[in-house]
């Protein structure tokens, strides 16, 4: 089954950090341009991070230099680093597979997580 | 940056009624739009890609239009399950991806 599950959400401090881990089954995180999507309570959807098949990176301008997304092919899983959290990063946070066929990406999100919440809070 | 913007916010409809919800991008984004559905407590659900394109397993009823900077939803025929929010997200910027602010389809 195509699925993704995600770990490591929780309650941290306004300036501490925390890791998300993004677990993929059914497919190969490597082959894929794979994000994080965010959710704050009551909001919208609001994209962060993006990893493509080639290694290549890119993020959202509210988490450019504090936010490192990663992957570890061995263990097929997506992941988030976040430091100098803020209260404002207070969100359920989603991965989110944007399929790439022979060579071109779909554009859209195919494939998502349940979502983890993180709590930036004293 | 490309803004998405959508409208309505929010609105009510009846089991049975056609609906049409619109997203509009701020420049032209030429057919890279996608279309999400979202229940509460529940991540978005892919429904229709290159503004028209129907996801594998989405009924029929859902359909997508529009190029360049106008963009529709539409319902054919509401079912109970598809009140949700509905939320449009463009690729055009490449690597960069936008979504609407979202549209609430509430039961009248």
């Known amino acids: 089954e195509v699925q993704l599950v995600e770990s490591g959400g929780g309650l941290v401090q306004p300036g501490g950090s925390l890791r998300l881990s993004c677990a993929a089954s059914?497919?190969?995180?490597?082959?894929?341009?794979m994000s994080w999507v965010r959710q704050a309570p009551g909001k919208g959807l609001e994209w962060v991070s993006v990893?493509?098949?080639?290694?290549?990176?890119y993020y959202a301008d509210s988490v450019k230099g504090r936010f490192t997304i990663s992957r570890d092919n061995s263990k097929n899983t997506l992941y988030l680093q976040m430091n100098s959290l803020r209260a404002e990063d207070t969100a359920v946070y989603y991965c989110?597979?944007?399929?790439?066929?022979?060579?071109?990406?779909?554009?859209?999100?195919?494939?998502w997580g349940q979502g983890t919440m993180v709590t930036v809070s004293s | 940056a490309i803004r998405m913007t959508q409208s309505p916010s929010s609105f009510s409809a009846s089991t049975g009624d056609r609906v049409t919800i619109t997203c509009r991008a701020s420049?032209?984004?030429?057919?890279?739009l996608a279309w999400y559905q979202q229940k509460p407590g529940k991540a978005p659900k892919l429904l229709i890609y290159?503004?028209?394109t129907l996801q594998s397993g989405v009924p029929s009823r859902f359909s997508g239009s529009g190029s360049g900077t106008d963009f529709t939803l539409t319902i054919s025929c509401l079912q109970s399950e598809d009140f949700a929010t509905y939320y449009c997200?463009?690729?055009?910027?490449?690597?960069?991806?936008?979504f609407g602010q979202g549209t609430k389809l509430e039961i009248k």
């Open positions: 420049q032209g984004i030429s057919s890279y």
């Open positions: 290159a503004a028209s």
């Open positions: 989110a597979r944007d399929p790439l066929d022979s060579g071109s990406r779909l554009g859209a999100f195919d494939i």
């Open positions: 059914g497919f190969t995180v490597s082959s894929n341009y």
């Open positions: 990893i493509y098949s080639g290694g290549s990176t």
């Open positions: 997200q463009q690729y055009y910027s490449y690597p960069l991806y936008t």
